[in-house]
């Protein structure tokens, strides 16, 4: 059974970077799309963006110019970086596994989550 | 951007009753829906996709329905684990994926 830890430092300033890493266990990245969602706090969940086993992205319009996400399958690891920081991108950060069947893709698995505060 | 709105915001119910968990697409999204569980601290669900098929696991008191604008959860009879927060979750502009704002069912 495939699963996700989200991990990295849980405090920046403004105009920093974020940088968190998930960690996938128990199966191979191959095949798959590895996605990015957050939280902030009173908001809906939004999707950041994913990347496929390969390296190909696709990132959220609204965030594309900040975000990178990258992939390394022999550490069985996806990365989200996110430059420029402000209050607004405090949110609880998800990592999760997108799987398509059929023609459908959706997000089968996910990580429990990691706060991720912006604060001087 | 297509915005999901799902009713009600809170649900009180007992062990045993019916729960039903609507969600609402402002323009149809055909039957590219998905209905997530999530519990304080644990990750969220997959219960079901493309708006009908339960996902892998998933017990058989829940069902999905609906298509183009109007979406149902429904619980069939509450058990205790099944109190928790539900969202929708659309995909008809893959790869871009909006989200409910959640209805939480609780225990009345």
């Known amino acids: 059974q495939v699963q996700l830890q989200e991990s990295g430092p849980g405090l920046v300033k403004p105009s920093e970077t974020l940088s968190l890493t998930c960690t996938v266990s128990?199966?191979?990245?191959?095949?798959?799309?590895w996605s990015w969602i957050r939280q902030s706090p009173g908001k809906r969940l939004q999707w950041i963006g994913h990347i496929y086993y390969s390296g190909s992205t696709n990132y959220n319009l609204s965030l594309k110019s900040r975000v990178t996400i990258s992939i390394d399958t022999s550490k069985n690891q996806f990365s989200l970086k996110l430059t420029s920081v402000t209050a607004a991108d405090t949110a609880v950060y998800y990592c999760a596994r997108e799987s398509c069947s059929g023609g459908s893709c959706y997000l089968r698995t996910w990580g429990q989550g990691t706060l991720f505060t912006v604060s001087s | 951007e297509i915005v999901l709105t799902q009713s009600p915001a809170t649900l009180s119910l007992s062990p045993g009753e019916r729960a039903t968990l609507s969600c609402r697409a402002s323009?149809?999204?055909?039957?590219?829906l998905a209905w997530y569980q999530q519990k304080p601290g644990q990750a969220p669900r997959l219960l079901i996709y493309d708006a009908s098929n339960r996902a892998t696991g998933i017990p058989a008191r829940f069902s999905g329905s609906g298509s183009g604008t109007d979406f149902t959860l429904t619980i069939s009879s509450l058990e205790p684990e099944d109190f928790a927060l539900y969202f929708c979750?659309?995909?008809?502009?893959?790869?871009?994926?909006?989200f409910g704002g959640g209805t939480k069912v609780e225990i009345k």
């Open positions: 128990g199966g191979s990245m191959r095949g798959d799309y």
């Open positions: 979750q659309q995909r008809v502009n893959w790869p871009e994926l909006t």
């Open positions: 323009q149809s999204v055909s039957t590219y």
